[in-house]
């Protein structure tokens, strides 16, 4: 059996430094290692991934001459969500430290599945078109362009690992006019415009501090986001839980708090893993009280 190639990558100025088998794009062995370089479509055409090989050779994959010009490559340049290494790299790019590197795009969407998971709460999956990727850090949101100019804001459930679609929990607000569609007459296949992403609530991955995550209903969405990164990150903060209902209905995912405890437990426990999980079924939050990494309630 042919030895399984191992390429190290460095990127500059961080000094940040990944090993690679040359299967997987720089980009995506990248953000596999939880460095998260800037990209858009994903597929060569945009250019938002260009950067420079300073050291080094690549395979530039599917790159598009209107994204990569020859004269971008006899200068070194090359798209990271196409190009592979054929040798150890050394790439000159920057990373996305906050939510100012990533770039706020309107894009279609087309409805995938809707999953009502309470009376007043739906799980809406929206998929994007084949070409091209929405980037976001967990915890961010869209918003919805309606068609006569009204904007309505919805967190993004999902971790940006998985970016093929984005995953959002609608609560219906009675006499409202957007989520009475999404409850009553929207349809799979319907196609959405959003703008985003948005906001500023996402995980500083710089810090060692514990985090207490606090949600109310749907507010769970932004901090499913970033629970599902941090575990995909291998992130060992410990984390506290506290998801707030107005009954045990609006507690809409109730198995999935648990599967992250004991994915926790399980996978990183000797690391100091620690969640613990509050289930409130009153309107208030309990008070928040500190507690010993490793302790669960
Ligand atoms: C940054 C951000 C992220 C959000 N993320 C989510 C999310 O992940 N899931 C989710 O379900 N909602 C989320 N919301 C709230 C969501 O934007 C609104 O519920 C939605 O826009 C309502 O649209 P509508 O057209 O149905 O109601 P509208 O026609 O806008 O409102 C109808 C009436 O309800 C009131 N109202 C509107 N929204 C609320 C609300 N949230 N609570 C109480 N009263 C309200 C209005 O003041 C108005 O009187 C988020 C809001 C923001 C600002
Ligand atoms: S060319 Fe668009 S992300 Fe690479």
Known sequence: MAPVASFRVTLQPSGHAFTTDGNDSVLQAALDAGLTLPYGCRNGACGACKGKVIDGLVDHGLAQDQALSTADRASGLALFCCAKPLSDLVLGCREVGTAKDIPVKIMPCRVQKIERVADDVIVLSLKLPANE????????????????????????????????????????IAGGEFTRHVFESMKEKDILRFQGPYGSFFLREESTKPMILLAGGTGFAPIKALVEHAIHNHITRPMEIYWGARNRAGLYLPELPSGWASAYDLGRGAAGWSIARYWRTTP???????????RRP
């Open 133 to 172: 990727r929405l980037q976001f850090l967990a915890g961010q949101y869209i918003e919805f362009l309606l068609k006569d100019g009204k904007r309505r804001a919805f967190s993004i459930a999902n971790a940006p690992h998985d970016d093929g679609f984005l995953q959002l929990h609608v609560r219906r």
């Open 284 to 294: 208030t939050f309990p008070r928040i009280r500190s507690m010993p990494a490793g």
